[in-house]
């Protein structure tokens, strides 16, 4: 196995002028988080109470079409700076002044079983209830979700709905490995002479400091490889008393070939649950945007015609089942099986497919990536509308100006492009980071355990290239007639 470091600490963020200072003060995060709660009470309220029509309704248009673009191209960008800002965690930190947790997340539950769970049904039930159609529907799941959060937070210790349950933000974690920032300690001789670990343990209020928190994912810096399970919150930052804390940019994808153990998560090649996770993310990837293609009605069609059923909810779950569960362990499974064969080695099938399923995960970030890039940049100004329509419902006056419904956003021959140009760059970082593992594998030839996985992501750019050139279903716009 490679030892390369995924981590070069190229540069500080921190000490950028503008962005490094205002990153450095404690409180930023907060009015981050408080200016997203205030969204999301709007965003419910309207849609509880507002028009029911989907392109009419922020709850609906911006969970649907602007936040998951924005969330895509931070990611893209930056990094996981959504879990920075989420506001769950203003309403988690809020309940625990009322009720302190007392219990530790059980250990048999410490994996990302119940997340992965939790992610299909997320997809699942967007596609069976319509929610990019329904304000109402998206306004209960929005307030599921915090009433879920607190719950589990006011009980257990630690970050525990974030990391072991949180369908989000585990889509952000595995997109955060190909992102271009990470949280990492500057220089690892000064945490050698660390006795306090307060990026861990966090330090107690002093006359002069008010307490700190340290890492609530349960992750040691000196010890910590990548981003995975990283929120971006940066308390790690504010608790070390050294200041030896930097958010440096590196080599996005790197980390998906690294085999260290790292803090909070392990090697992630003994990690079967977040193997799955990384294929379910990217299969998962596919079949969403299947799902706004017309060929999938004619699918659906045929399959209720065959069995003789007539409800969605059986044919939408066999569809989930073989993409995200039968496909998977198929396709993953021969080339694990192949890459055995040139190896000869008598390493397990299973060991071999869990090392290399996370090179999928560029790629799968490209469809993710492609797909949102659509609606959000053929859409993107789709909201102004529905703020002057607000405004015109709540103050019977055209505050902003009368609502101009022929807002859009970007043509689809010109996103069409720029789609292909992000999703072939996912499928060169899977190549490259297969490249790595099989150059492990196989110092002398690497071409030869690296075949079979560059011929399984060729198959699947090959579907998300089709797809992409399928009309795409406008949903929760009034765009496309
Ligand atoms: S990051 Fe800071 S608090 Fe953590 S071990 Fe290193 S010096 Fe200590
Ligand atoms: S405390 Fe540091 S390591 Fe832990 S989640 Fe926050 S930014 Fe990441």
Redesign the pocket.
Known sequence: MTSASATTLERDLLETPLVGALLRRRGWQLAARGALLALAIVMVLQGLYGSQLAPKNLSTLLTWVHYRGFLVLALLLVGNVFCTACPIVLVRDLGRKLVRPFLSWPRALRSKWIAIALFVGVLYAYELLDLWGDPWATAWLVLGYFGAALLVDVVFRGASFCKFLCPVGQFNFVSSTVSPVEVA?KDRA??DS?S?????RGAPATPTTPARRGCELGI???KKVGNLDCTFCLD?VH????E??ALTTRTPGLELADPRSRSGVGPLQSRTDLAFLAAVFTFGALLNAFGMVSPVYALQQSMADFLGVRAEWPILGILFVVALIVEPVVLLGLAAWWTRRVLARREGVLRIAVRYAYALVPLGFGVWLSHYCFHFLTGFLTFVPVLQSLALDVSGVALLGTPDWTFGGMAEETVYPIELGLLGLGFAVSLAVTWRLAAADDRARPARPFAPWAVLQSLLLVAAVWLLSQPMEMRGTFLGG
């Open positions: 300690v000064v945490c660390c306090g670990n307060e990026c861990l040691f810096l000196p790690c608790a070390c008393p050294e030896n804390v």
